[in-house]
Structures are given as structure tokens and as C-alpha cells.
């Protein structure tokens, strides 16, 4: 008897991180639209966007497990995991009242800077190779320059501006994750060597 696993299109997993993130992004603009004070009077609020990170990490590790095209590609989604628990697992914390120090809200700037660098390091084609490629790139540049949002909150917690930036960046990534198809061409170019497009 033959067992036939059925593994979806990469691009699959990535609308579903997608849907997740975009949750991620409208809890922190709610957060940032009515304030920290309001939005954290109910409890299970204020545990609702860092356990979702802590979810989204732990979803991570299957996804290296089983959606790896490389070495690269599986330390990148590992890196990606781990940063994501680092993330969820601090600001649980912080939620919590356990985690007191300041420090541990630079956690999540650092998540999003690694997060961004391992982006831009596991896409080893050009920008306009596929829209893969440019979603990859595009991701990675947002995370980075976006984990600046997040830095000035460690120093100015109730600084809308920035909160609102923080919410807005995980909304610009779940638009690029949910615009990725692995072999499909961007601005009309598709590079011969990415193959036949498939949408």
C-alpha cells in the first residue's frame, strides 16, 4: 500500500503565515488606534498579539521541516522561528507584568531585524527574477527598515506615530505574502531561467 503525501504549493503556506500576520498587524493597530491603557483593559487582550507571534513561531518549525528547497532555505524559516518565539515568549512577559527590565522590549526590533536580514540572505536571485523573488526582497527591506518602529516604542511606549508604523508593517508584509507566487512574473518581466509560469 502506497501512502501519497500531499504537501501544498509553497505559496500556500505562505498565504496562510500571511492571514496570520495580517491578524498580528490589526491587534497592534487597534492597540495603537485606541491606546495601550484602553486596549489592555480586558486581560486576553493584552495577550492577544504576543501569543500570536508565540503561535506563528511554533507554526515556523514545521514549515522547515517540510518546505525547504535548501539548507538555506531551512536555516532561514529556523532563524525565522526562533526570533518569533524570542518575540512572543518577551512580550508574553511584558504583558504578564514578569518582565520588568526595559531591555526586554528591544526583542521584538531584534526579531524584526534578523527576521529582515534572513529575507534578503536566503533569496539568492535578483529582484525581478520572479514575483517570489521580489516578494522576498521586499520583505526583507520593510522588516528591516520597520523594526525601527518598534525601537523608538522601547524608549517612547505611547508614541502613536510609531505604534502605528509597528501595526502598518506587518500589514505591508501580509500583502507581500499574500502577492507570492512562486514561478509567476512581476511588473510583466519574468526571468527565462525561473521556468514556465505557472499562474
Not at 41 to 67: E, S
Not at 118 to 139: K, T
Request: aromatic share 12%; with cysteine; glycine share 8%.
Amino acid at each position: 500500500m502506497t501512502v501519497l503525501a500531499v504537501i501544498p504549493p509553497s505559496e500556500h503556506v505562505h498565504w496562510w503565515f500571511a492571514t496570520g500576520v495580517l491578524l498580528l498587524g490589526l491587534c497592534l493597530l487597534a492597540r495603537a488606534v485606541v491606546g495601550p491603557e484602553v486596549w489592555d483593559r480586558r486581560p486576553w487582550r493584552r495577550y492577544l498579539w504576543p501569543g500570536l507571534t508565540f503561535a506563528l513561531g511554533m507554526l515556523m518549525f514545521p514549515v522547515m521541516v517540510l518546505f525547504t528547497s535548501s539548507t538555506l532555505h531551512m536555516l532561514a524559516h529556523g532563524v525565522w522561528a526562533q526570533v518569533m518565539l524570542l518575540a512572543g515568549a518577551a512580550s508574553l512577559g511584558v504583558a504578564a507584568g514578569k518582565l520588568k527590565h526595559p531591555a526586554w522590549n528591544l526583542a521584538v526590533p531584534f526579531a524584526l531585524f534578523v527576521s529582515g536580514l534572513s529575507f534578503l540572505i536566503h533569496e539568492q536571485n535578483p529582484w525581478l527574477y520572479s514575483r517570489s523573488s521580489f516578494g522576498h526582497h521586499m520583505a526583507g527591506v520593510v522588516l528591516l527598515i520597520g523594526g525601527l518602529f518598534p525601537l523608538a516604542l522601547a524608549w517612547r511606549p505611547r508614541w502613536t506615530p510609531a505604534a502605528v508604523g509597528y501595526a502598518l508593517v506587518f500589514v505591508v508584509i501580509a500583502i507581500v505574502l499574500f502577492a507570492d507566487r512562486d514561478v509567476a512574473p512581476i511588473f510583466g518581466h519574468l526571468d527565462p531561467d525561473a521556468g514556465a509560469p505557472h499562474r
